[in-house]
């Protein structure tokens, strides 16, 4: 679930995260709460997000809570993106160290226009894609010969 608000100009952070598995299905919306009242807390505005879904991680993390390490092989992965001033990100940055319930994070600088690339591209971007990808095969076939000539003149 992808939720897309209108463009903004300023400087634009993304943070990813992973919250621990230990919160249930039920409790995540509260704790994505938690991360959206921190980046309000300091006068961000959201641009868009992905809802965390459980995912395998591709190695085990350690997160130490109090004084025990717990390890861990999943974790809910989502993400958001948002408008503030970097003296803001400094300061989420530190907020989101603290939190028990994430993992793992990542705050980096961004663009506001929408990056996905792949299997998620709107269908009309992927039927943009496939013509631009069968006008270029039917725009002219090449002849080997054509090739080993122009070859031929390069090294030459």
Do not use: C
């Not at 992965?77 to 970097?86: A, L, N, V």
């Amino acid at each position: 679930m992808t939720k897309e608000t209108v463009k903004t100009s300023g400087t634009v952070y993304e943070v990813g995260f992973h919250i621990v598995p230990a919160v249930s299905p039920e409790n995540l919306p509260k704790e994505v709460d938690a991360i959206k009242a921190v980046l309000g807390a300091h006068g961000a505005t959201i641009i868009s997000e992905e809802a965390p879904k459980l995912r395998p991680l591709t190695f085990t993390m350690v997160k130490v809570i109090g004084q025990n390490r717990h390890k861990y092989d999943t974790a809910h992965f989502g993400w958001i993106k948002f408008e503030t001033t970097p003296e803001a990100a400094v300061e989420i940055n530190s907020a989101l160290a603290t939190s028990e319930k994430i993992l793992r994070y990542l705050l980096i600088k961004t663009v506001a226009e929408n990056t996905l690339y792949g299997e998620k591209l709107l269908p009309q971007e992927k039927e943009a894609g496939a013509k631009t990808d069968e006008a270029a095969k039917e725009a002219a076939p090449v002849v080997a010969a054509e090739i080993d000539k122009a070859v031929e003149k390069i090294v030459a």
